[in-house]
């Protein structure tokens, strides 16, 4: 269960990254310039999904390059007035399955317990929906009590204030795809794994600290102790992804000059987006402070 249960992790934080490769030396920076000459100089903002509200900044680079752009483009265009209902929709199982039939009835008990325990509200509660939903909730309750602040929220409502145009890099079936490849008893098993184990705060503050510090490289690195094995789990998450984005970057950026926010995980590696665009042929350049 370890290789699940670490890919798993990491994808829901949204701060994931490819292994088994040599760090690249990326500059200690969340933002780069794109240019090239078929397109219109963009930028690419890794960002942290959810953060909580005291270690939110948008700072003036990154204010300073969405002012620069025509419009935005996110993983998903969470902007569009179906979002919400279709993520409703795709995360249901199908008629008749029921949740409670992945799981066993230890299992069962120690999810209710916890669930119970962190938010009032049961496993019964998520009885239709598939154990993503279940990973959604536990990856809340990782963060902790205290309030969250979404990069892509607070840029959708700048995008709204400036009256640029928001578009998404994919749609949501694209990403639950992504997770439905997994059997959802094993989901199941890896959840209640990571409750047994308890260092999922632990953890994810380490990645927080990587993550206020702009250091991809550190975060790819520090990935790299944790995921072991599970070349098909992140060659489905994340490098196939990555690459499907590249002739989409390519597409927005010939026509506009676009601000690309995707979390930060999918920046660094071979298979990363800084170095895909560059073997696309173009400059791609850290902005520091």
């Not at 409703?88 to 066993?104: N, R």
């Not at 520090?222 to 196939?240: C, I, N």
């Not at 696309?280 to 850290?286: D, E, F, L, R």
Request: charged share 25%; glycine share 6%; proline share 2%.
């Amino acid at each position: 269960m370890r290789k699940l249960n670490q890919i798993t992790f990491v994808i829901v934080v949204f701060i994931a990254t490819t292994f088994n490769i040599v760090a690249q030396n990326n500059t200690k920076t969340n933002l780069w310039k794109i240019e090239g000459n078929d397109i219109k100089t963009s930028y690419l903002f890794g960002t942290i999904h959810m953060i909580p509200k005291k270690d939110f900044i948008m700072k003036n680079k990154v204010q300073s390059a969405f002012d620069s752009s025509e419009k935005v483009v996110l993983e998903l265009d969470m902007d569009d007035p179906n979002y919400y209902k279709d993520f409703v929709k795709l995360s249901m199982l199908k008629e008749g399955e029921s949740l409670k039939s992945y799981m066993s009835d230890a299992e069962f008990e120690i999810l209710n317990t916890y669930l119970m325990e962190k938010t009032g509200v049961g496993v019964s509660n998520y009885n239709m929906f598939k154990p993503m939903m279940l990973m959604s909730v536990f990856t809340m309750t990782t963060i902790g009590g205290e309030p969250l602040e979404s990069y892509e929220m607070s840029l959708i409502n700048m995008a709204k204030t400036a009256n640029k145009e928001v578009s998404g890099l994919e749609n949501i079936a694209d990403q639950i795809n992504a997770f439905d490849a997994d059997p959802y008893d094993e989901q199941i098993d890896t959840i209640v794994e990571m409750v047994s184990n308890g260092n999922s705060q632990e953890l994810y503050n380490k990645l927080l600290q990587y993550y206020l510090a702009e250091d991809i490289d550190g975060i790819y690195d520090f990935m790299d102790d944790y995921m072991q094995d599970d070349t098909e789990g992140v060659k489905r998450f994340l490098d196939d992804r990555n690459n499907k984005w590249i002739p989409k970057i390519e597409a927005y950026s010939k026509d506009n000059s676009v601000f690309y926010a995707v979390g930060c995980g999918h920046l660094g590696g071979e298979q990363g987006v800084i170095n895909l665009l560059k073997n696309a042929g173009y400059t791609v350049t850290p902005i520091i402070d």
